[in-house]
């Protein structure tokens, strides 16, 4: 694979990293319940804190694949350490649904809102989300664990 392809997605991985935690720092301010408190009482609702917990496992598979990323530049695809940040990578994701649906199980019961229909459809399109990238994350897991334990026994072979 050609360095530019690499660098274009590590630059894409970048990105999204920067535009979610500016949306993590900007969007609090503009929620509704916060338009007569001040920062303090903003950033120390439990909600938002269990937010900014929940979102280290994503920030965590965005590092999995960037680090999967360098392992492709230096041609170290097929070897066990890329496996490895594949599966690292697939129980952040597993555990960025699991944070999700116990915010979705807090925004249905316990919440006081009168309408929880949309959080509850947001919650469920991005545990979707998520779940399709750790499934592609399994299966590509699985695949490149083949291919490393056909390379080492040909390794043996010669």
């Known amino acids: ?71 492709i530049d230096a041609s170290n695809a097929f070897s066990q350490g890329a496996v490895n940040t594949l599966k690292n990578m697939k129980f952040a994701f597993l555990s960025l649904i699991g944070f999700i649906a116990l915010a979705e199980l807090y925004l249905r019961f316990f919440a006081h809102d009168d309408d929880p229909a949309g959080p509850t459809a947001l919650g469920i399109l991005a545990a979707f989300a998520v779940a399709v990238i750790a499934t592609a994350a399994a299966v590509f897991q699985k695949l490149l664990q083949n291919a490393v334990d056909m390379k080492s026994e040909n390794d043996l072979t010669v």
Request: glycine share 8%; no cysteine; hydrophobic share 55%.
């Open 1 to 71: 694979m050609k360095k530019g392809s690499t660098l274009f997605l590590k630059a894409v991985i970048l990105l999204i990293a920067i535009g979610a935690l500016a949306g993590m720092i900007w969007f609090p301010q503009t929620e509704g319940r916060a338009t007569n408190l001040d920062l303090i009482s903003i950033y120390t609702d439990p909600f938002i804190i269990y937010l900014y917990i929940a979102s280290t496992s994503f920030f965590v598979g965005l590092y999995q694949a960037f680090k999967l990323l360098n392992f």
